[in-house]
């Protein structure tokens, strides 16, 4: 998924899709090792802290996306995908560094979706 400092309205449309079916009841086969099979619902709002703590151990060592998660974390007043559409402007990470973020929640978000995918689940 290729992104720019704008993301662009098909890829903003793909995460946004992604957000609302993992944000609903989710289908996993009985021997996924997220929550043993069935179908679930995942809270929005742990979903996304989930998510943020998630990427504040993966880039650790990374002050400024550091920064824009702790800001996230203090102020949710957009949405996720919102935020991740504006990482460039409002929290002055580079284009590469965002696309890497918006990446990786791709990632996640299809692996909530699409058990297959494997990245949390098996």
Not at 5 to 30: E, V
Not at 54 to 61: G, K, T
Request: with cysteine; glycine share 4%; proline share 2%.
């Amino acid at each position: 998924m290729k992104f720019s400092s704008r993301m662009r309205s098909d890829d903003a449309d793909s995460i946004q899709s992604l957000w609302r079916m993992a944000s609903s009841a989710t289908l996993h086969g009985a021997f996924c090792a997220c929550a043993g099979g069935g179908a679930f619902a995942i809270s929005p709002q742990q979903l996304e802290e989930d998510i943020v703590d998630y990427l504040a151990e993966r880039y650790v060592h990374a002050p400024d996306v550091t920064d824009a998660l702790r800001r996230r974390r203090e102020n949710r007043s957009v949405d996720l995908v919102k935020w991740m559409e504006d990482l460039v402007a409002t929290d002055n990470l580079s284009d590469a560094t965002a696309d890497a973020i918006r990446g990786e929640v791709s990632i996640i978000l299809r692996s909530i979706v699409m058990p297959e995918a494997g990245f949390f689940c098996r």
